[in-house]
């Protein structure tokens, strides 16, 4: 009895053991790959079909300036461009810089109608963490490297709300390359943003008004498809790239 409870207890050691090593392998599976190193990595919005599914939303929800009751705004950008750049093949997170949300043919960021809107990403970064990716879950950091800064959206010339550095989760990755081939990673995120990361400013002004929120109770980011594309770090030489 002493000899098999031995054998029983051993094997459930080894189970776990083997358990724990799948369940690690399975979570080291989960990377940003590149064919080159360096690697350049740089965004491209995904337009299907002549359709375009690559706007990215913010909405923020909270109590209204008259009276408190709930209310809303929503700003609608086109194409995020930014680059991140890697010294390996593959990586578990990658910073992205020079961002901004404009066209190559200057389009901006819309509220309620109007393209004055913009949005300054001042000493601010994307951090991205490859795990949970898969599922959509992936994590998301805003960085900024000045003390007070945040992504500043302005109406008008006139600083209306601040998104101050925040970590989150609700980013997903999977490859759009045809035919299942490994060539280009495509990015979606469905983002709960802190309130407290949401800071209205200038509430009084006549621009900032128009938001019509005195307090913030929520805010989210949501994206439609948006294309990551590789290349060598110098030269500009296409390369591959996939997540997995």
């Known amino acids: 009895m002493i000899r098999n ?23 080291a599976e989960e990377k940003f790959h590149c064919s080159v190193e360096p690697c350049r990595a740089t965004l491209a919005p995904d337009e299907t079909a002549g359709t375009a599914t690559a706007h990215h939303v913010l909405v923020v929800k909270g109590k209204t300036t008259l009276g408190g009751a709930e209310g809303s705004f929503s700003i609608t950008c086109p194409q995020l461009m930014g680059e991140a750049k890697s010294t390996t093949k593959t990586a578990i997170e990658v910073t992205l810089t020079n961002l901004k949300y404009v066209t190559a043919s200057g389009f901006r960021c819309q509220f309620a109608g109007s393209e004055s809107f913009e ?83 200038n509430v009084g002004d006549s621009h900032c008004s128009s938001f019509g929120l005195s307090t913030v109770t929520s805010a989210s980011y949501t994206t439609g498809n948006t294309l990551v594309k590789a290349e060598t770090d110098s030269g500009g030489v296409t390369a591959e790239a996939w997540f997995e």
């Open 119 to 201: 949005i300054n990403f001042t000493s601010c970064d994307y951090g991205f963490k490859s795990t949970g990716g898969s599922t959509s879950t992936a994590g998301i950091h805003v960085l900024c490297t000045t003390a007070g800064d945040g992504i500043d959206l302005r109406l008008g010339g006139v600083l209306c709300v601040q998104i101050t550095p925040f970590t989150s989760t609700g980013i997903g990755y999977h490859d759009a390359g045809v035919g299942g081939a490994k060539k280009v990673v495509t990015a979606t995120a469905n983002v709960a943003i802190p309130p407290a990361a949401v800071d209205l400013k």
């Open 5 to 27: 409870l031995k054998a029983l207890i051993g094997a459930a050691i080894a189970l776990t053991i083997f358990g724990n090593l799948s369940g690690n392998a399975q979570a």
